[in-house]
């Protein structure tokens, strides 16, 4: 009993560190290794560590199936949004440098919107499944 104490206490104080390092990994994805798809998983494994500390139920309560279901769809719409945005700037698909007031800044933010619908995309993809295999003999 006392290690569930330790253990829960301990992922309470490391979660929130998983995440602010998930979004560390997105936002310099532009600058060195990282971007959407590793930090959307590791977003996901601290969903799936609170998960195995809390239970299953309790994460459902923190990240609905509902929402994970609707995350997968929608970082595909925002990459592909990102896309058609680019076409109907008289460009090419994804291609960016139309998309801001010069060519630097049309590159920066494209790669962020597509990286951000990566991550989207794959946190969602990556806590699905686990709620899908969690859930297995649960009917």
């Known amino acids: 009993m006392r290690l569930e104490v330790v253990l829960r206490v301990a992922s309470k104080l490391f979660l929130p560190f998983i995440l602010m390092f998930a979004l560390y990994v997105q936002f310099h994805g532009d600058y060195g290794p990282g971007g959407g798809f590793q930090a959307g998983v590791i977003a996901a494994a601290a969903v799936v560590l609170y998960a195995i500390i809390f239970g299953l139920s309790e994460a459902h309560k923190a990240v609905p199936p509902a929402v994970v279901n609707a995350m997968v769809p929608l970082g595909v719409l925002i990459f592909t949004g990102v896309g058609i945005a680019a076409m109907f700037t008289g460009s090419n698909f994804l291609d960016y440098t139309h998309l801001a007031h010069d060519q630097i800044h049309g590159q920066e933010w494209g790669v962020f919107l597509v990286e951000f619908g990566?991550?989207?995309?794959?946190?969602?993809?990556?806590?699905a499944i686990f709620y899908a295999f969690a859930g297995r003999g649960k009917a």
């Open 118 to 127: 990566v991550l989207v995309t794959v946190t969602g993809t990556m806590i």
